[in-house]
C-alpha cells in the first residue's frame, strides 16, 4: 500500500508594488501585498520608500491575514519634488512574536 504525504505548508510570499506618476504632479504610489501568511495572524509591515539610493520614508501596517493567508495594506501616495529611481521595500513579520515572513522590493522612475 503506497503512504501518501500530509499537504505541504506553503511559504509565505511577500509582494511589493510602486508606480511612478509624473502628471499633473510628480508622485508615487506603493502598496504591499503576500499571500500564504498564517492564517487571521496580525502582521506588521514596513513600507520602506527611497529616492536615488536614499532613505526617503516609511509607512507602518498591521493588517490581519485573511482566512486563506492573503493581505495588503492601503495604497500610499506620496508627493515629490524630487525625480529619479524611486524604490519600495516591503518587510513582513507577524506582529504578536517578531517572526520574519520576507521582503520584496520594486522600482520605479519618475
Aim: net charge negative.
Amino acid at each position: 500500500m503506497a503512504k501518501t504525504n500530509p499537504p505541504q505548508a506553503l511559504a509565505p510570499i511577500v509582494y511589493a508594488d510602486i508606480a511612478c506618476h509624473i502628471l499633473p504632479t510628480r508622485y508615487v504610489q506603493d502598496k504591499g501585498w503576500g499571500v500564504d501568511a498564517q492564517p487571521n495572524r496580525q502582521l506588521h509591515i514596513y513600507r520602506d520608500l527611497f529616492i536615488n539610493g536614499q532613505w526617503w520614508k516609511t509607512t507602518e501596517n498591521w493588517p490581519y491575514a485573511s482566512s486563506s493567508g492573503s493581505w495588503s495594506t492601503p495604497t500610499g501616495d506620496h508627493a515629490s519634488l524630487l525625480s529619479g529611481t524611486f524604490m519600495l521595500w516591503v518587510t513582513a513579520y507577524y506582529n504578536s512574536d517578531d517572526a520574519y515572513i520576507g521582503r520584496a522590493t520594486d522600482t520605479c522612475t519618475a
